[in-house]
């Protein structure tokens, strides 16, 4: 039962496993609170993909890893743009994001933070707030690409919702060689989060708008 005040969210995801590892598990959570669920994701990073994989891996990678965490597969969109070269798009993948503001007309939009140091994350942030200006807005956690990041909101889960999020983020074979993919990783940032507001596990936002 959705006891929130929000029944649809939108999770922007630069590349395709940031929603899951900014905030996969509470995706989870919101999916079994009846929450609706959308995620725009906006490259393939095909330039990026190992030699050894096809260049269109990460296409079914995401299937595989939405699907995992119970997200309607026509509720996820796919944007084919250069990795590392969003900066260049910038007023393309704007038009983007009012388009799925329009269509969607989320309650929340989760994004990377405003202080992310990725080039993509930064442009899907800054365009993002322009787009969702008049919408609640929560930045997640990249802990490798933020030198500052404000621990302002927190969305707790249980083991359940942590254990979508590992098998979404294990749909990557593509990915399995970062060193942030592991499930130690993964699992003792959800314990540390939680920690810090007397729960088990938790996702930490930055609150970038909240409106009520």
């Known amino acids: ?39 725009a994701v906006f490259s393939l990073a095909e330039e990026s993909v190992p030699s050894q994989y096809p260049k269109n891996i990460l296409g ?4 595989k890893a939405t699907r995992a ?9 796919i944007y084919k743009y250069p990795v590392r070269r969003f900066s260049e ?24 933070c405003l202080e992310d140091l990725h080039q993509d994350h930064s442009t899907i942030a800054k365009e993002g707030l322009r787009a969702f200006k008049m919408k609640s807005i929560l ?5 490798w690409n933020n030198i500052n990041f404000s621990t ?9 919702h942590l254990d979508r999020k590992l098998s979404a983020l294990s ?5 399995k060689h970062r ?20 729960e088990k596990y938790a996702e930490v936002f930055e609150v970038v708008r909240w409106i009520l």
Do not use: W
């Open 139 to 143: 930045g997640y956690e990249i802990p």
């Open 60 to 63: 079914k990678e995401v299937k």
């Open 152 to 160: 302002r909101s927190f969305i707790v889960f249980n083991k359940i």
């Open 69 to 77: 965490l119970g997200i309607d597969k026509d509720n996820l969109m």
């Open 89 to 112: 798009n910038r007023q393309d993948i704007l038009e983007n994001l009012v388009q799925l503001n329009k269509e969607i007309d989320p309650d929340l939009v989760f994004m990377p």
């Open 171 to 175: 749909c990557y074979e593509s990915q």
């Open 179 to 198: 060193y942030y993919a592991s499930e130690d990783f993964i699992t003792g940032l959800a314990r540390t989060r939680g920690t810090q507001i007397g």
């Open 1 to 39: 039962m959705n006891n929130l005040p929000f029944s649809r969210v939108l999770v922007l995801s630069p590349h395709t496993d940031d929603g899951e590892f900014g905030c996969g598990a509470s995706i989870s959570r919101f999916l079994d609170d009846g929450i609706e669920i959308y995620y």
